[in-house]
């Protein structure tokens, strides 16, 4: 597999990958709002676009990482890290914490605002839910590669021939 490759190939598999984390984030947050009987976002004044940016900021966040790796590290270097992983989770995770925070003081007005929100979600179960996912999807991100980096190559059906390309 040829260097072009395996970035086109990264950069389809992190764009699904950026679907399937707003998918399993919203589904996730669904959940445990209605078993916890929790807000998302329990400020009143908070609006309603400051939960979805802060998603936004961790989705964000895990796809720029995804596609750095992919551009940095050599096609045959790419192995899956758990090191990595768990950065890319940790990042993801203080994306969504202190994005909504600066967002949610910026919009109330009040500086205070931006240690209070933050302390709230740090311990937040939809903030860790983030950085899961985000650590979840990394491993699997890094997974794909490294096997299409070391040749793998993708299954056949039973009627497809070697000469169909």
Do not use: C
Not at 1 to 12: C, H, K, L, Q
Not at 28 to 36: C, T
Not at 131 to 143: A, E, H, N, P
């Amino acid at each position: 597999m040829s260097e072009p490759d395996i970035r086109g190939y990264a950069t389809g598999v992190a764009a699904f990958g950026v679907i399937t984390y707003v998918a399993l984030a919203v589904a996730s947050f669904g959940v445990i709002s209605l078993l916890a009987n929790v807000d998302v976002i329990g400020e009143a004044d908070a609006g309603v676009l400051l939960g979805p940016s802060m998603i936004a900021a961790a989705v964000g966040t895990t796809w720029i990482l995804w596609l750095s790796i992919s551009r940095r590290v050599a096609p045959e270097h790419i192995r899956v890290s758990f090191g990595a992983a768990l950065g890319i989770g940790l990042a993801a995770y203080f994306a969504y914490v202190l994005f909504g925070a600066v967002v949610y003081a910026i919009a109330t007005g009040e500086l205070f605002n931006l240690a209070a929100f933050s302390a709230e979600q740090l311990v937040s179960p939809f903030a860790i839910v983030i950085g899961l996912i985000s650590l979840v999807l990394t491993i699997l991100y890094l997974l794909m590669l490294a096997q299409r980096a070391h040749g793998s190559v993708r299954p056949k059906w039973p009627w497809e021939g070697d000469d169909e390309h």
